[in-house]
Nanobody, 116 residues
Framework: QVHLVESGGGLVQAGGSLRLSCTVS????????MGWHRQTPGKQRELVAG???????YYAASVKGRFTISRDNAGNTVYLQMSNLKPEDTAVYYC??????????WGQGTQVAVSS
């Protein structure tokens, strides 16, 4: 089994920063990419950022230049550094793991709220 646990969410004013963390446990070798998704009411969960086994990163257009995804050398922790936050970034953020070509594993979610 694979288990993902997020932390670091909270309330921040527009223009501020937050860093989300995700700890991976279990059969970590099953995971290819790791990433972050987010979801707001009435909207489908969307990919925010991902990082490959080779540490290549990719981002949704809406967060490029503002968010940075990274993982530690052991590969058991992934981070999302969020800067210049906007109210539109308000969502529940989910740590995610990709097995082969499919996002398969999910954390429980952490709330990020950005006020005007």
């Amino acid at each position: 089994q694979v288990h993902l646990v997020e932390s670091g969410g909270g309330l921040v004013q527009a223009g501020g920063s937050l860093r989300l963390s995700c700890t991976v446990s279990g059969r970590i070798y099953l995971i290819n990419d790791m990433g972050w998704h987010r979801q707001t009411p009435g909207k489908q969960r969307e990919l925010v950022a991902g990082v490959t086994l080779g540490n290549n990163t990719y981002y949704a257009a809406s967060v490029k230049g503002r968010f940075t995804i990274s993982r530690d050398n052991a590969g058991n922790t992934v981070y999302l550094q969020m800067s210049n936050l906007k109210p539109e970034d308000t969502a529940v953020y989910y740590c995610s793991g990709k097995e082969f070509n499919t996002w398969t594993y999910w954390g429980q979610g952490t709330q990020v709220a950005v006020s005007s």
